[in-house]
């Protein structure tokens, strides 16, 4: 069974960094598209940050320049560094992993979820 552990999220000050991370057990790291998404107070869930089991890189607007998504396969964790983080950035974070069976066919696994807030 695919299990994802985040942590990393804390407190931290606008224009502030936090490095989030997600482990991932329970089977081969390296077939999984890894992703992060964020869901703030009253909003719905949104992506923020993708990466291919190839290594290509997507991100929403509003973090792209600030935050940098990463995989260690040797490891079996994925990253997101965020930088110059805002009192927007506040969220709860979750790790996601997706395996693709076919271009319309995957299985999401989802991790527990760590709580950002910027604020001074």
């Known amino acids: 069974q695919v299990q994802l552990v985040e942590s990393g999220g804390g407190l931290v000050q606008p224009g502030g960094s936090l490095r989030l991370s997600c482990a991932v057990s329970g089977s081969i790291f390296s077939i999984y598209a890894m992703g992060w998404y964020r869901q703030a107070p009253g909003k719905e869930r949104e992506l923020v940050a993708t990466?291919?089991?190839?290594?290509?890189?997507n991100y929403v607007d509003s973090v792209k320049g600030r935050f940098t998504i990463s995989r260690d396969n040797a490891k079996n964790t994925a990253y997101l560094q965020m930088n110059s983080l805002k009192p927007e950035d506040t969220a709860v974070y979750y790790c996601?992993?997706?395996?693709?069976?076919?271009?319309?066919?995957?299985?999401?696994?989802w991790g527990q979820g760590t709580q950002v807030t910027v604020s001074s």
């Open positions: 990466i291919t089991n190839g290594g290509i890189t």
């Open positions: 996601n992993a997706r395996r693709y069976y076919s271009l319309r066919s995957y299985s999401d696994y």
